[in-house]
Structures are given as C-alpha cells and as structure tokens.
C-alpha cells in the first residue's frame, strides 16, 4: 500500500466531486414563496412543472427563484416579499396586496414546482417572460433561464433571443398552456431536451 503525504498539497490525489449541498431547505424557502400574486388579481396565471437532472429523473431538492414585471411590463419598485415585524422579527410574509415581483421556490418530493404570479406584460423588443434562476444538485453555480408563455405567436417570432435558436431549442422556453389553466414548464439541467440556459458577461 503506497502513503500519501496529506501534508503536500501536490502530492494529495483529486477525490471524487462532492458538491456544495444542497442545503436550499434550511431558511431559504419561506411561507408564500411561490404565491406572488396577490389574492384575488385578475391578471394572475400558474406556471408549474418539473426540474429532471441529466438522466431524466425528478428532483426533489431543487431551488427556483423567478423575477417578473407586472401586467403593464413595469419592475415591482415595493418593499420585499419577506417581510418581519419589527418588534419580534417574526415573519410577516407577503401582505397580499403589493406586488413584488419576486417568488422562490422548493421542488417537492416529486420534483414538482409551482408558482403563481401575475401575467409579466412586454418589455421593449422582448415578448413577455418571467426570469429563473435555478439552484440544484451537481450545480456548483446557478443556471438563469427564461419562461415565455405560448399564445402570442407574433410576438415571441419577434423576440430577439428566441430568434436565434431553432425551434427545437426555442420550445425548452415556452409553457404551454394546459386544459385546467395552468402553464407547463419544465426544467431539464442537461440532456436530451436540455432548456437553453442563460451566461451573463
């Protein structure tokens, strides 16, 4: 049996990848996170769907956190969705009737997610889209992605960035409106199917 000298870093041969985490379930999901409409708006829309690692299966640790305008293509300028009360610094949550734009979210056993937002209206040359920053297991730093909404064929042919990409890769973007009302958006980190993902220099 050969030693190894721990003590020269040259010499201490490269273990097998262990990841940062996932830790995402201690104190960063908070109650609501995914109810960023508030209650009762007439412009609000579900998107839900799955996050698949590179061989197809679920995640049930995966981390989404979304970012949109409102109805009208403006950014939310309110306070934050995790409020505290200044007395007991307990959590107040959203106050159900701001809109912050803003929601994060935990995958459940199944890998399933859900948020429920406002309709995001256009902004400049883009089609309407809410952004998605993904946190998952074998990700040492976060994915950003995009969701568009299927239906205004004109104007996601006219969006810039889904010009560029053949259709096939195109689709990994858009949700697709389901029979019950909800949109359908998954995730697939890599792989057949793979969603375009987003590098910001």
């Known amino acids: 049996m050969t030693k190894i000298d721990t003590t020269d870093p040259a010499a201490v041969l490269p273990t097998p990848s262990h990841t940062v985490g996932p830790f995402y379930g201690y104190a960063l999901p908070f109650p609501g996170g995914a109810d960023i409409a508030p209650v009762g708006h007439p412009d609000t829309v579900t998107v839900q769907g799955y996050v698949y690692d590179g061989e197809g299966n679920p995640l049930p640790d995966a981390f989404l956190e979304l970012w949109g305008p409102d109805p009208e293509g403006n950014l939310p300028q309110v306070d934050g969705s995790i409020r505290r009360d200044p007395a007991t610094g307990g959590y107040l949550g959203r106050n159900g009737v701001e809109f912050t734009g803003w929601g994060r ?11 429920r937002t406002l309709r995001p209206g256009a902004r400049g040359s883009n089609a309407p889209y809410l952004s998605v920053c993904v946190f998952a297991r074998g990700l040492l ?3 950003f992605t995009r969701i568009y909404f299927a239906g205004d064929d004109a104007a996601l042919a006219a969006d810039p960035l889904l010009a560029g990409l053949d259709e ?6 858009i949700a697709r409106r389901r029979p019950d009302g909800t949109y359908r ?6 792989g057949e199917g793979e969603t375009v993902f987003l590098e910001f220099t």
């Open 105 to 115: 979210i935990q995958t459940d056993a199944n890998g399933h997610w859900y948020a």
């Open 141 to 143: 730093v976060h994915l």
């Open 168 to 173: 096939a890769r195109r689709d990994t973007l």
């Open 185 to 190: 958006f998954d995730i697939r980190l890599q």
